[in-house]
């Protein structure tokens, strides 16, 4: 019942800019941590950014900071990051999560959307 999926991938340039979602359904996304990973081939997934009320700002992988932003629209129960000057490093496929800690430990992931930098 309860869904991630995300959508705004595809080919960009590089110096270009995207914004990636992530539309949450069964679950209310404003009680829980969110956070954007990506995976690229043959490499192992690593996170790229999250956010949650315990913190008083988004934390960035260095990789990306700078240049992401991580951001969440309750009324939608939806999450975004908006990358600018996109590298080809940034190549991967990239995940939205949302986790909720607690007695009972919650753990959400989308299907995720691949991006693609090149010229």
């Known amino acids: 019942q309860v869904q991630l999926v995300e959508s705004g991938g595809g080919l960009v340039q590089p110096g270009g800019s995207l914004r990636l979602s992530c539309t949450a359904s069964?679950?209310?996304?404003?009680?829980?941590?969110i956070g954007w990973f990506r995976q690229a081939p043959g490499k192992e997934r690593e996170g790229v950014s999250c956010s949650s009320s315990s913190r008083s700002s988004p934390l960035y992988d260095d990789s990306v900071k700078g240049r992401a932003t991580i951001s969440r629209d309750n009324a939608k129960n939806a999450v975004y990051l908006q990358m600018n000057s996109l590298k080809p490093e940034d190549t991967a496929v990239y995940y939205c999560?949302?986790?909720?800690?607690?007695?009972?430990?919650?753990?959400?992931w989308g299907q995720g959307t691949q991006v693609t930098v090149s010229s």
């Open positions: 069964g679950f209310t996304l404003e009680s829980y941590a």
């Open positions: 999560n949302a986790k909720k800690y607690g007695l009972v430990r919650y753990d959400y």
